[in-house]
């Protein structure tokens, strides 16, 4: 995977900017994107010109707003990938233990499983336009584990329960009230302001920042695995007509009908 084609990677004096470079579809992910993702995540991993990585989205729209729906629904899947399998799991262990400070530059929606992706980053810095929410019951899908558990010790079992259940859109200066984001700043000035934490911990021990960012994974690791069942899960519900239902409406732009459902 020399070429990129859903993403980009650049390099600039110590930090490495890995960019979802689809905005035609708000920056969602197919599994080729999670693939390049997971991809340039390893390349700054190994890498000794990289102390820091950003991840952002292409434009001024969209940070990530999730998986591809309109992927999964032409094809009932996400796409091929070089394994066969969806990896969004590897994804989220690699931002995770890539063993450098991760900083999510969210420059418009943080939907969904774009939502996740911030949350697992170290550290978020939003302009000032960023929208955060999630989508999943809306289209018949969840993350458990680290998409919702995790999100609780970040927000507060009240807040990660809102925010799932209620499906609101957080402005940015709500995420950061929630405890959600670190700084949110004026949309023109998110790069530099990215650039400016990085330089800052570009300055201090490789070693100590590794250990310490391992040292925080260690309390939440049990989320992984509870990860892995709830994807099992997921892709039974996928398949049921429950969740079909969610799918088709959302690219139906109407509202689903989940009545039926709610005593099963």
């Known amino acids: 995977m020399s070429e990129f084609t859903d993403i980009t990677y650049e390099v600039e004096d110590g930090l490495a900017w890995i960019t979802i470079n689809r905005p ?28 820091v990585v950003a991840l952002t989205g292409a434009g001024d729209k969209a940070f990530c707003a999730g998986g591809d729906q309109k992927q999964r629904m032409e094809t009932g899947d996400y796409g091929p990938s070089q394994s066969g399998l969806f990896e969004v799991d590897a994804l989220h262990r690699v931002i995770r233990d890539t ?55 970040v927000v507060g079992e009240k807040r990660a329960r809102e925010i799932w259940f209620m499906l609101r859109r957080l402005s940015a200066q709500e995420a950061l009230e929630w405890g959600l984001v670190n700084k949110v700043v004026p949309a023109d000035r998110l790069r530099a302001e990215v650039r400016a934490w990085a ?32 994807y099992t899960t997921l892709k039974l519900f996928g398949e049921t007509p429950e969740a079909q239902e969610g799918i088709a409406a959302f690219n139906e732009k109407r509202q689903p009908d989940f009545t039926k459902y709610r005593g099963a």
């Open 24 to 51: 035609e579809r708000y920056n969602a992910f197919r599994a080729r994107t999670v693939d390049e993702l997971v991809m340039a995540f390893k390349r700054a991993w190994v890498s000794d010109e990289v102390g």
């Open 99 to 153: 063993p450098k400070p991760v900083v999510a530059a969210v420059n418009g929606l943080a939907i969904g499983g774009g939502h996740v992706l911030h949350v697992l980053c170290d550290l978020t810095i939003a302009a000032d336009t960023a929208q955060f929410g999630q989508n999943g019951p809306r289209v018949g899908s969840f993350d458990a584990g680290l998409g919702s558990g995790y999100l609780a010790r």
């Open 199 to 230: 330089d800052q911990m570009l300055q201090f021990s490789p070693t100590a920042l590794k250990v310490l960012k391992q040292s925080m994974n260690t309390d939440t690791e049990h989320f992984v695995s509870i990860g892995s069942m709830a």
